[in-house]
Nanobody, 121 residues
Framework: VQLQASGGGSVQAGGSLRLSCAASGGTFSSYRMGWFRQAPGKEREFVAAITRTGGGTYYLDSVKGRFTISRDNAEKTVYLQMNGLTLEDTAVYFC???????????????WGQGTEVTVSS
């Protein structure tokens, strides 16, 4: 499956952004999906993940209550709604697909290109 992320940009602290990741070339509904991020000089880290039907979601503790992951299997798209953004959320955000298991780690994922999120004060 090929993934194309979009929706990044620059926003002031406290603002919101919605990231999208469109899939092609595979059976989207067969994949568990996730979002990761990588800040400058840091390792890529898990942010959020969602099961195939959307019935289960998982979040990094620091984004719980602020970020919401969702998916539309008909549109072959996964979303990350980000509210209450802080300076610490500045990073390049990547979407990931995994066929076996929920993508909460960086291993065994199909990756899309990143979309940059910059939060300023």
């Amino acid at each position: 499956v090929q993934l194309q992320a979009s929706g990044g940009g620059s926003v002031q602290a406290g603002g919101s952004l919605r990231l999208s990741c469109a899939a092609s070339g595979g059976t989207f509904s067969s994949y568990r999906m996730g979002w990761f991020r990588q800040a400058p000089g840091k390792e890529r880290e898990f942010v959020a993940a969602i099961t195939r039907t959307g019935g289960g979601t998982y979040y990094l503790d620091s984004v719980k209550g602020r970020f919401t992951i969702s998916r539309d299997n008909a549109e072959k798209t996964v979303y990350l709604q980000m509210n209450g953004l802080t300076l610490e959320d500045t990073a390049v955000y990547f979407c990931a697909a995994r066929y076996a298991g929920v993508p909460t780690t960086t291993q065994q994922n199909n990756w899309g290109q990143g979309t940059e999120v910059t939060v300023s004060s």
